[in-house]
């Protein structure tokens, strides 16, 4: 299975990736913290907001840095070929079993 588009796929993360990942977690749940801390939040509205738009920001920042190749790791390069050398396995025991 081959997703086409670049929005839908999975990237596989090297621990250099893993590692700015949880840094840029910790980056906002050190400012969501602070902000929390400072007791600007009267309003649980606002407060919801901002914990919904941190998170977002956040989900959006983490998978900007899944997707540098630098971060990705080579699993999925071999997890492809070896689909491929199943296939090509099971088409040739369906060949040995149809001859």
Do not use: P, W
């Not at 893993?18 to 009267?42: H, P, R, S």
């Not at 919904?52 to 998978?63: H, P, R, S, V, Y």
């Not at 199943?86 to 040995?96: E, I, N, Q």
């Amino acid at each position: 299975m081959t997703i086409k588009n670049k929005e839908f796929r999975v990237n596989e993360i090297n621990q250099a990736g893993l590692i700015k990942c949880k840094a840029i977690a910790q980056l906002y749940d050190d400012l969501l913290n602070e902000l929390l801390l400072c007791g600007i939040f009267t309003d649980k509205r606002l407060e919801a907001i901002v914990r919904t738009k941190l998170e977002e920001a956040c989900f959006f920042t983490k998978k900007a840095c899944a997707t540098n190749l630098t971060h990705q790791s080579n699993a999925k390069r071999i997890s492809d070929q070896l689909t491929e050398e199943v296939k090509k396995d099971l088409l040739k025991d369906l060949k040995s079993l149809v001859d």
